[in-house]
């Protein structure tokens, strides 16, 4: 991770010298001495991509990591070490000056030091050979191409309905030439499924005249791979001899003038990267007759630059065809013994649907005793038999983590600090890359939507799994396999990137990230007694588990060993306040607590974290008092979430002038999720909360339903939302009343979300529906919690009229009491999906049918919804799905 870390010295320290300028006095000038050096030793990393293997560039590698590691400690503990002089009184200051130059020579001494380490390390490339090196492929790397190739291919066990629906591709269709692909996570099957289309006797043997297969892998050789085509090829004898003499372009040119007159099929196994293809693509005739060229890979990108068509994305087999396969590689045929069905079938399972586990653990296990004793070990510890540094499954996949570019590989890395089988919400994790410094954001674009692109990069390298999309078909949560999970974190170890900690095993490399997966309170207190001091320097702790991190002597703990702490996540807390303490971590930028019990105090000091961007906070305020004012000094918070009776402060104002005080402002707040806006009783005042974040892009507001007066809260707060001119996602819960007048609600909006909101008041929806940006609407009724004043909500009726939303793409309509649906023609003009759940009070048809832009519905347990839909799909032909089905 040396690349990593002088990439994120190299944007920071930069920045430093900017917005921390008064920090680093005395020191600048070494300071930008070392940024020269690191862009000097940056150059050389990138040239030593591919040939990390080398055992010699691999330790100069190490030694660039490490003298990175103590620049990034020497500055953040100088400037952790200034903040805490300042904090003094003038006469402590004066007391202290001797000190503090002392402190200012020690720290220029240090890093003069780290700069003529890295100057020789540069200084040295060529004294040792490193700059000329070239990589290289030993034997080891064939051999593990040929196991790859023999474990996949051998024993076909499903893909009954992936190969019938290529094989049709493949034989049907245009007469040009088309190419097929077929993509996925190593060792799924990707070259089991070709090759079992490719031998399809019936459909492809007889379709096609001429055939070859050929595997190009991560070490691409067109001319090689010509070669092994040609010679798969009815060519005269003569020039098969002249072969091996020809060059790169006269291999294309004999290829291409042969197949010109065949249909044929070519399969290219294991293709890598898009210039791989572009080397011999010109070796591939155009003849109209039908041909076809089927190629794997692991990654989309590839897929869709071959080919306009669509990729084939492999799925995970599912339990029945795991446990088949398994069964059919251990037992070769026999019976599988009773008592074994049970632990065999757990054991299937446990390999995550991955063909490539259940291959090698089957093999394992054919060479063991066939007795339960010996199988229920292997139960439940499935990944730590399949993670042996000399079994293939590893090095099969590493080969996917070395193909990444390096930009990518910490973001990869990064998954290994979640627990296993969970699914880790895309917007936290964009949040975390963020706090941690991965993203390179050199241009306008919002820096989450670019995390958004390294996630979606990943995925399309299958090395990533999408668990949920969101409505907009972006990805909600995402899961990686336990295989992956486990190679980042042994890879981590080995770079000091980060551990983790879990049960009984207490140790530490002394990592810049750990992780403690908390099963029980013994667990969490015996790390941190095995672990009484570790290193000062970690820049993030996660903390995991159902038993609490709650003790002072763990707190205590905390303070000690994370001092340039820049990420804390606690899921779950069991502590009566948040700690002062905390505020002396001067460093941090994401902080996310969650609290099991009501708060009694949440401490004024907050706003000493100037470089906090992201902050969570979910459990309540017994006394139901407001957060501090301090929240309003966090000058670099970009994400705000509050849950559960944790409302922001009470801001008093006779009336709505100017929108915001600049100087309260927290102008970089992008994102404001707010539990409910406080509101005053005597009607006297209201709450101008909204006017603090002039550029928040999304935001929640949930309004608490009283006992008393809460029609009043909701035309009080919305004149609020005028002033937020970059509004784009909006959500609203327990609204008593929407606003009539659309001007209140800014024109940016593309999405909304409406939950126990009362519609037919006031006509709220002919209001949304002048909003000229809309795209997403979502109407969300029940779900509600106990005694809330729309628990009772009546049957509505629905009338949208002419002319409105007319850039509304998705209407997502989730258990809401929709008695009838009146639609004027010209309305919903650019609807594409229409999303039905739980609307059963429907009693005549809805008025649909000039919705002639539906491309994708769905009706889930609305039956009454469902019956008329179908009767719409005949007239408009969309996409109609419809769970539980209903009989014609």
Request: glycine share 6%.
């Amino acid at each position: 991770m040396a690349d990593s870390v002088v990439a994120f010295l190299l944007g920071y320290l930069p920045n430093l010298l900017i917005d921390e300028a008064n920090f680093l006095a005395g020191v600048e000038d070494r300071v930008k001495s070392l940024i020269r050096e690191l862009r000097m030793i940056n150059i050389f990393l990138k040239n030593s991509l591919g040939k990390r293997n080398d055992e010699m560039v691999k330790e100069v590698v190490g030694q660039i990591r490490e003298a990175a590691y103590e620049a990034e400690d020497v500055i953040d503990k100088f400037i952790l070490e200034v903040t805490e002089y300042r904090k003094r009184s003038t006469i402590g200051r004066m007391l202290d000056i001797p000190s503090h130059a002392k402190r200012i020579r020690n720290v220029g001494t240090k890093i003069v030091g780290i700069n003529d380490t890295i100057s020789q390390i540069f200084n040295n490339r060529e004294r040792y050979g490193i700059e000329g090196a070239e990589a290289s492929v030993d034997a080891e790397d064939e051999t593990l191409h040929r196991h790859r190739r023999q474990v996949e291919e051998d024993d076909v066990v499903g893909f009954v309905d992936d190969s019938a629906i290529l094989v049709k591709q493949l034989t049907h269709g245009d007469r040009k030439l088309d190419v097929i692909s077929i993509i996925g996570m190593g060792g799924l099957g990707k070259t089991t499924l070709a090759k079992k289309v490719y031998n399809n006797k019936i459909g492809v043997m007889s379709h096609f005249n001429c055939r070859a297969w050929v595997y190009a892998s991560q070490d691409f050789r067109a001319r090689d791979l010509l070669l092994q085509i040609l010679k798969q090829m009815q060519i005269p004898d003569g020039l098969r001899r002249k072969l091996e003499g020809m060059s790169e372009d006269e291999l294309i040119k004999e290829l291409f003038e042969y197949l010109k007159e065949e249909r044929y099929l070519i399969v290219m196994d294991d293709i890598w990267t898009t210039e791989d293809w572009d080397k011999i693509r010109n070796a591939f005739p155009d003849n109209s007759k039908g041909s076809r060229i089927l190629i794997t890979s692991r990654i989309k990108k590839v897929a869709l630059h071959v080919s306009h068509t669509l990729p084939y994305d492999l799925p995970f087999l599912n339990e029945e065809d795991s446990w088949e396969l398994f069964k059919k590689r251990v037992f070769r045929g026999k019976t599988c013994p009773v008592e074994l069905e049970i632990p065999g079938r757990q054991i299937a399972k446990g390999c995550r649907g991955l063909p490539l586990s259940i291959v090698v653990l089957a093999g394992i296990l054919t060479n063991k005793e066939k007795s339960f004793h010996i199988w229920s070990k292997y139960v439940g510890h499935v990944t730590t038999f399949l993670a042996r540094d000399d079994d293939i499954c590893p090095k099969i996949l590493f080969l996917s983590y070395t193909d990444l570019p390096m930009f990518l590989k910490p973001c990869f890395l990064y998954f290994g600090i979640f627990p296993e089988d969970i699914e880790i919400p895309v917007r936290r994790l964009m949040h975390l890359w963020v706090a941690e410094g991965f993203i390179q954001h050199n241009d306008d674009r919002n820096i989450e939507d670019v995390a958004e692109g390294y996630l979606e990069e990943l995925v399309d390298r299958s090395l990533i799994q999408v668990a949920s999309r969101r409505i907009d078909r972006g990805i909600k949560t995402c899961r990686i396999h336990d295989l992956l999970r486990d190679l980042c974190i042994k890879e981590s170890a080995e770079e000091k990137f980060l551990e983790v900690q879990s049960r009984n095993n207490f140790s530490t490399n002394n990592s810049r990230r750990l992780s403690i997966l908390g099963t029980d309170g013994s667990s969490t207190r015996g790390y941190m007694s095995s672990n009484p001091s570790i290193s000062i320097y970690a820049r993030s702790l996660f903390y995991f588990g159902n038993d609490g991190f709650s003790d002072e002597d763990a707190w205590t703990w905390v303070h000690k060993n994370f001092k340039l702490v820049r990420v804390l996540n606690f899921e779950i807390l069991r502590i009566p306040a948040m700690p002062k303490s905390l505020a002396k971590l001067i460093h941090l930028r994401y902080l996310r607590m969650e609290f099991s019990n009501s708060l009694s105090v949440f401490p004024d000091c907050i706003g000493n974290l100037t470089n906090l961007e992201t902050l969570y906070v979910k459990g309540s305020l017994t006394d139901r008092s407001c957060l501090p004012n301090g929240i309003f000094r966090l000058k670099r918070l970009r994400n705000l979430y509050l849950s559960d009776r944790l409302p922001l402060p009470f801001i008093r104002k006779k009336r709505l002038s100017s929108p915001w005080d600049s100087k309260e402002a927290l102008g970089k707040l992008e994102v404001l999720s707010i539990a409910f806006l406080l509101y005053d009783r005597q009607k006297k005042s209201f709450p101008v909360v909204l006017g603090k974040f002039p550029n928040v892009r999304k935001l929640k507001i949930q309004f608490e339903w009283c006992s008393f007066d809460y029609v009043w809260q909701a035309p009080n707060v919305f004149p609020c939302l005028r002033y937020l001119n970059h509004l784009e996602i909006l959500r609203i819960e327990d609204c008593c009343m929407l606003p009539t007048d659309p001007n209140l609600f800014p024109s940016t909006i593309t999405k909304l979300t409406l939950k126990s909101v009362e519609l037919e008041v006031g006509g709220g929806l002919t209001m949304l529906g002048k909003l000229p940006q809309l795209r997403i609407l979502k109407l969300e009724g029940r779900g509600y919690k106990p005694n809330r004043a729309l628990e009772t909500q009546h049957d509505i009726s629905i009338r949208v009229i002419a002319d409105s939303f007319p850039q509304l793409h998705v209407l997502k309509l989730n258990q809401m009491k929709i008695k009838e649906w009146k639609q004027e023609t010209g309305a919903m003009p650019s609807l594409i999906r229409l999303i039905i759940i739980e609307c059963n009070e429907l009693i005549s048809p809805p008025e649909l049918w000039s919705l002639t832009t539906l491309r994708d519905v769905k009706a889930i347990r609305s039956s009454g919804w469902a019956r008329m839909l179908r009767e719409l799909q005949k007239e408009v032909g969309f996409k109609l799905l419809i769970q539980p089905p209903i009989p014609d």
